[in-house]
């Protein structure tokens, strides 16, 4: 048995609550209660609601790890000369260099006009552009290495040359060491390094970081009825085992995001009970990135608008996600979400500073 701690029932500001409030991973959030959810192999067996003062004496070891990762700050991290700030939220601007359709971001007439969009996406406040050339859509098929290399490539190729922070979206070895010939400084995987096993090392051995996404299935089938008994607890106990074997593959901890896979093996259902209790996964004390624009979801929430007119329903999970403390936002619409996040930001800035 242990006990997983999710925080909640959050502040606007720490004034006046001395000791009866923690700060959310070094950001801007707070947060006076903490639910203490105890868990049985990977199944709940109860869940007890306890206010943040004299909940430490309750600790044992692995819950007090679990406190220090809900409350540490984040360092910083490090994209070749690039330094991003994670102690307030940023925007990676989503660049899929694919054939597909523009619900996913691409239709790039060519290499050229996918870096000036993520150029244009870096120039309007993106700290990152994340470039892929897979589509990892539900019912996508997988596409030779080949093919995905000279998709991505030339597109890094240039945004990297401008000075651009780059992170490349694959799944396989091989690309990943074209991307980052090409200058790429990130690996986002959303296998978690579970598709190829060439993976894990070369990240390692090239100190890049890299981004673990929980998914449940294959893109092929992944959303043919999942499944879970607790979407949180599971989550949790998932990413906790991908971050062990990507240390144990030689890759150090403080280079490890870790994503909870919005819409990857997930229905509508298990999709807003992950983003409302998203925080519990501080725990882990990694960097937390969130990709849900677009996706789904939004469109079964709002009369199935098509991807195309998402935008609300995505500016409203990427508030949702900083809320909980999420330091990357994962977006197609990237000045729409950078003003909104401004805005946001504006308001934590105004509730945190002392009133003389
Ligand atoms: C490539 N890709 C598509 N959706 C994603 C998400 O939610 N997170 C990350 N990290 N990558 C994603």
Known sequence: MRTLLRPTAFVDSPFGHDGKVARLAGGLNWFSAVELIRVEGRTRTSAEL?????????FDEDMQTQWDGLTGARPAVQLGERTIRLDQPQVMGIINATPDSFSDGGQFADSGAAAEAGASMAADGAAIIDVGGESTRPGAKAVW?????????????????SGTAVSVDTRKADVMTAALEAGARMINDVSALTYDDRGAGLIAAAGVPVVLMHHQGAPETMQDDPRYDDVLVEIFLWLEERIAAAEDAGIK???ILIDPGFGF?????????????????????CP??????????IGALSGEAPADQRLPGSLAFALKAVEQGAQIIRVHDVPETVQA?????????QALTPRV
Do not use: C, F, Y
């Open 145 to 161: 290495e080949g093919d995905e290399i000279g998709r991505v490539a030339p597109v890094i190729r240039q945004l990297a040359a």
């Open 341 to 349: 996040l401004r805005v946001w930001r504006g308001l934590r800035d």
């Open 265 to 285: 093996g997930k229905n509508v259902a298990h999709n807003l009970e992950l983003m409302n209790g998203l925080a519990i996964l501080h725990g882990l004390g």
């Open 50 to 58: 306890v206010p943040v003062e004299g909940v430490e004496a309750r």
């Open 288 to 297: 937390i990135v969130l990709g849900a624009s677009r996706k789904r979801t």
């Open 253 to 255: 901890r403080d280079k």
